[in-house]
């Protein structure tokens, strides 16, 4: 049984509360990123906050310790409940992004393995198993691991244990069905398929049943 996150990685104010009150109910939370931040500003986070469900900002932070602490600051400042972060900057750059969000009464999900085929590359196998245990050393509140690999979500669950949580993409256009790996996780996150469908709840709808 997993949560429903969608990630509404469209253009503009307008488009992004649209289809977020259209999905009013449907969902657990909302995944915001770079596309939409970067046309709307961060500001976009408060407009959103009528959805009363929790805004999760999808910022993939890699970059020195002050740095990223510096980004968690902005990013809960705007009402955000939580972040993801990448992990392979090392551990102390790791460790400032959870405990600044921790500071900020919030929630920090690291990338472990990606979902995309170029994953491969670096972002997966033991480089993967080693940011899952960094992870969990560092106190993180979950991983983000592929829906499109479901066998390597669950290698990964296997690492970090029941007390994290795991959100997954990759479910719909990137070809996974949440039932692939709704018995690993605790979240599917899907985009397109739910804010390009012809009717985005009735898409989230569906979504929710099957991921439960
Ligand atoms: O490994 C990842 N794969 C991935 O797709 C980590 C992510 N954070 N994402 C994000 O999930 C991606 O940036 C996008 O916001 C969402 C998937 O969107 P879609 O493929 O369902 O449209």
Redesign the pocket.
């Known amino acids: 049984m997993a949560d429903l996150l969608l ?1 509404l ?1 469209v253009k503009g104010k307008a488009e992004a509360v649209r289809v977020a009150a259209a999905c009013a109910g449907e969902l657990d939370a909302i ?1 915001i ?1 770079y596309p939409l931040v970067l046309s709307t500003g961060l500001g976009i986070v408060k407009d959103l906050a009528k959805s009363e469900i929790p805004i999760i900002a ?1 910022f ?1 932070v890699a970059d020195i310790p002050n740095t990223n602490s510096l980004i968690c600051e902005e990013v809960f400042g705007a009402g955000c409940a939580g972040i ?1 972060t990448h992990a392979f900057c090392g551990s102390d750059s790791l460790a400032a992004c959870v405990d600044a969000s921790h500071d900020h009464g919030g929630v920090c999900f690291v ?1 472990c ?4 085929p170029g ?1 491969l590359d670096f972002l997966s196998g033991e480089n993967a198993e080693r940011m899952a245990r960094m992870a969990k050393a560092a106190g993180a509140d979950g991983i ?1 691991a ?1 829906a499109t690999r479901p066998e390597r979500t669950a290698t990964l669950r296997g690492i970090i244990g029941s007390s994290m949580k795991i959100y997954s ?6 070809g996974a069905q949440p039932e692939d790996v709704k018995k690993y996780v605790d979240g599917i ?5 739910i804010y390009e469908a012809a009717d985005p709840k009735a898409a989230a709808h569906e979504f929710r049943v099957r991921a439960r």
Do not use: L, N, T, Y
Not at 169 to 174: D, H, I, N
Not at 189 to 193: D, S, T
């Open positions: 990630a990685d995944k990123g999808d993939k993801i990338v393995e990606m979902s995309h994953a983000i592929p993409p990759g479910v719909g256009a990137q996150i899907v985009g397109r398929a």
